[in-house]
T-cell receptor
């Protein structure tokens, strides 16, 4: 019940294309869903996050789509650039029942080809 | 920009030895976390620390693990007797705390790669 399932494991996209990464969860107590970006040799860095009271959040080229009934959320990267090449992790958190610890998906390695 | 730092970047140890991984969280942060990432797998929560005590821990964080904030700036993770399966990247994270019904963003350090031989 504490799992967050992420797909695909790896993704290759052409420059200018749309990258889509999907996540699914089971625990309906989760109330915060962030996406983290990790470059080699660095720790994960918060990219964008959403709460279940909205179905979509957009920040620049990055959009989270959230489907509460399906217990799924996805990250869309528009106009993907080679600099977006990184590993992306979805995560979930239960702010009402934990001390803020994050439950991570397995990660998606994105490669954007020039 | 303030950042979380971790030392060493890579630690190699023999099975059964004790290791201490060190972290310096962002100075005004109140909540501290350790996570680990076994190669090729997901990032897993180990422990959270607030007000000088453990606030939550996962089933991974057994009696071989301990955390400490010895001097108000460092935050350490000790593994008493390392096992082969402890080989992983260990991330420290910190956050300002709780505000408006939600926890603030966690900032992660670059990690310490622990290799147990």
């Amino acid at each position: 019940q504490q799992q967050v399932k992420q797909s695909p494991q790896s993704l290759i996209v052409q420059k200018g294309g749309i990258s889509i990464i999907n996540c699914a969860y089971e625990n309906t107590a989760f109330d915060y869903f962030p996406w983290y970006q990790q470059f080699p040799g660095k720790g994960p860095a918060l990219l964008i996050a959403i709460r279940p009271d909205v179905s979509e959040k957009k920040e620049g080229r990055f959009t989270i789509s959230f489907n509460k009934s399906a217990k799924q959320f996805s990250l869309h990267i528009m106009d993907s650039q080679p600099g977006d090449s990184a590993t992306y992790f979805c995560a979930a958190r239960n702010d009402g029942g934990s001390q803020g610890n994050l439950i991570f998906g397995k990660g998606t390695k994105l490669s954007v080809k020039p | 920009e303030p950042e979380v730092t971790q030392t060493p970047s890579h630690q190699v140890t023999q099975m059964g030895q004790e290791v201490i991984l060190r972290c310096v969280p962002i100075s005004n942060h109140l909540y501290f976390y350790w996570y680990r990432q076994i190669l090729g797998q997901k990032v897993e929560f180990l422990v959270s620390f607030y007000n000088n005590e453990i606030s939550e821990k996962s089933e991974i964080f057994d009696d071989q693990f301990s955390v400490e904030r010895p001097d108000g700036s460092n935050f350490t993770l000790k593994i008493r007797s390392t096992k082969l399966e402890d080989s992983a990247m260990y991330f420290c994270a910190s956050s300002e705390g709780w505000e408006g019904g939600t926890y603030n963003e966690q900032f992660f350090g670059p990690g310490t790669r622990l290799t147990v031989l």
